[in-house]
């Protein structure tokens, strides 16, 4: 079975206040041409479908043609809610979706919805699992004390897999949102505080393929059955350097077993032997491939960097594409008199301008703001009572102070 693992689409999104709306169509395009020449039999959307719990107009228009299109193609959408989306308006008019093979998922309510596929090794069952915080799953798990994202998840899973409709053991795919401990982040991604949304890889060890959203940089996490797709599109210049992608997911048979393939006829096609053998744990695993197809933007990221004369110099910007989205960092000593007015007349796209010089370092040293925002609470704390008592927290008062920001974490959440 051939899937798309996509997610973070984040339509409507704006950086640095440029609307991105029109380099989304593009990109979503080349997805679809993709799709038409490939042909996957589904297409997993992994959450952070709109950047706005009420996105736009225009942002609902765009996701309402990007699914007709990719239903028009004739395999199955699969799409969960991600932690920028509202899951009640993901969630509207999905029984009307699913007639067309648009299947999205609920409200989470006590349940996963499961999704299943077919293919000529036999059934693939799809769980949709919504981005979820603790608080949200408390209400459904009463007699559990859950006080970690990993806590929460794990019951989720655990239930959704006693309910399998069948013993005998089935190839399952998981859609997911969340942060996966371990994962590398981007700065253009939504960070808790202090990593307390963490969730442990081992939740997901039950299934042949986990399509994760939420991170906007592709990677694994493990092995390429826990992955990250990373975003279509660059939405910070730290990842400029990436190359944004489409991953495909090529799901074989079950080890174990010579699966008889079958032509669209119904005569024998040929045998396939056994996939992967198991894992360490035990569980059997379908056989996996991973690929990626590279997507083009209509305006790339681009980070330049060098004094205003060496950046205005033809020699130097004669072999750039100056329709990209700049980040320009100069070196003069001296600011620049409407410096941002005059590289825009070179470079069209200029979103942000820094200087680096002796000044501005200086002005680094002096003010920790910066660094601060990038340190969890935690972590702040421990140094602030270092600094107080000449000593650093112990073992139980490191638990407790995790425990009430944990606590003041969810409480804020649920306002």
């Known amino acids: 079975m051939k899937l798309f693992h996509l997610s973070d ?3 409507g ?5 440029y609307p991105m709306l029109e380099d989304q169509r593009h990109i979503l395009k080349e997805i679809l041409r993709f799709a038409e020449a490939e042909r996957p039999d589904a297409v997993l959307l ?8 009420v996105p736009s107009a225009e942002a609902v ?12 193609l004739g395999g199955t959408v699969l799409a969960i809610s991600g932690n920028h989306d509202s899951a009640e308006r993901i969630a509207f008019g999905a029984r009307l979706m699913a007639e067309s093979r648009v299947f999205v998922s609920p409200v989470y309510s006590g ?3 499961r999704v ?4 000529a090794f036999g059934e693939v069952d799809f769980y949709l699992l919504p981005f979820l915080k603790p608080a949200a799953v408390r209400p459904f798990f009463p007699e559990e004390k859950i006080e970690s994202y990993t806590e929460a998840l794990r019951l989720v899973v655990e239930r959704a897999l006693r309910e399998e409709s069948s013993g005998q053991q089935r190839r399952r795919v998981l859609l997911a949102h969340q942060f996966v401990t371990g994962a590398a982040r981007s700065e253009s991604e939504e960070i808790s505080v202090g990593g307390m949304d963490n969730v442990d890889a081992a939740v997901f060890s039950a299934f042949d393929y986990v399509a994760l959203g939420h991170i906007h940089s592709p990677q694994n996490i493990g092995s390429p059955r826990i992955r990250y797709c990373g975003t279509p599109l660059k939405y910070s210049f730290s990842e400029a350097g990436q190359e944004k992608s489409i991953t495909v997911v090529e799901l074989g048979a079950l080890p174990g077993e010579e699966t008889v393939v079958r032509s669209a006829a119904g005569k024998t096609a040929g045998v396939v032997g056994p996939g992967e053998a198991s894992d360490p744990r035990g569980n059997r695993r379908a056989e996996l491939k991973i690929r990626t ?3 083009g933007p209509l305006h ?5 960097r060098g004094s205003y004369m060496e950046l205005t110099a033809r020699d130097y910007y004669s072999g750039i594409n100056r329709e990209d989205y700049i980040h320009v960092t100069l070196t003069d000593e001296e600011d620049i008199p409407n410096a941002v007015d005059k590289l825009r007349t070179i470079y069209h796209n200029l979103m942000k301008l820094d200087y680096d010089n002796c000044r501005t370092r200086s002005n680094q040293e002096i003010s920790a703001d910066a660094e601060a925002e990038r340190k969890s609470p935690l972590t702040l704390f421990a140094e602030f009572y270092e600094k107080q008592n000449n000593a650093k927290l112990d073992a139980e008062e490191r638990r407790l102070m995790e425990s009430l920001i944990a606590s003041v974490w969810e409480e804020e959440a649920e306002l």
């Open 111 to 113: 349940r996963l919805r």
């Open 293 to 295: 197809l590279p997507l």
């Open 61 to 72: 228009r765009c996701m309402d043609w990007f699914l007709s299109e990719l239903q028009a």
């Open 300 to 304: 790339d990221m681009r980070e330049l």
């Open 13 to 17: 999104k704006r950086v640095n206040e």
């Open 46 to 53: 992994s959450g952070d479908l709109y950047d706005k719990p």
């Open 116 to 119: 299943t596929l077919t293919d």
């Open 9 to 11: 689409l984040h339509i």
